[in-house]
Nanobody, 124 residues
């Protein structure tokens, strides 16, 4: 079992920045590929970014590429999502997720553990 908890959400103006953190506990963090997903009001949850176990490889949704950066600190059992140049359409609940294994995926069903979510609201 892995327990995940997001923090760092909030309200920001368009063009601003936020950094989300997701702290993990329960198992060896470096055994898990990590991902960030988001769900906007009235929409399905969608993939945002993922990072492999070592942090050496990342992949992003086209909608956030060049603006968001995923990273991890295995010594702190934490994965981060740095969000810059935020837009109102980035408003959503952001979830971190973990899956055991080497490869990263964009499909939600590939992930075994989920956090409770953090609200990010971007005002225009």
């Amino acid at each position: 079992q892995v327990q995940l908890g997001e923090s760092g959400g909030g309200l920001v103006q368009a063009g601003g920045s936020l950094r989300l953190s997701c702290a993990a506990s329960g198992r060896t963090f470096s055994d898990y590929t990590m991902g960030w997903f988001r769900q906007a009001p009235g929409k399905e949850r969608e993939f945002v970014a993922t990072i492999n176990r070592s942090g050496g490889a990342t992949y992003y949704a086209d909608s956030v590429k060049g603006r968001f950066t995923i990273s991890r600190d295995n010594a702190k059992n934490t994965v981060y999502l740095q969000m810059n140049s935020l837009k109102p359409e980035d408003t959503a609940v952001y979830y971190c997720a973990a899956r055991s294994g080497t490869y990263y995926y964009t499909a939600q069903w590939k992930y075994d553990y989920w956090g409770q979510g953090a609200q990010v609201t971007v005002s225009s």
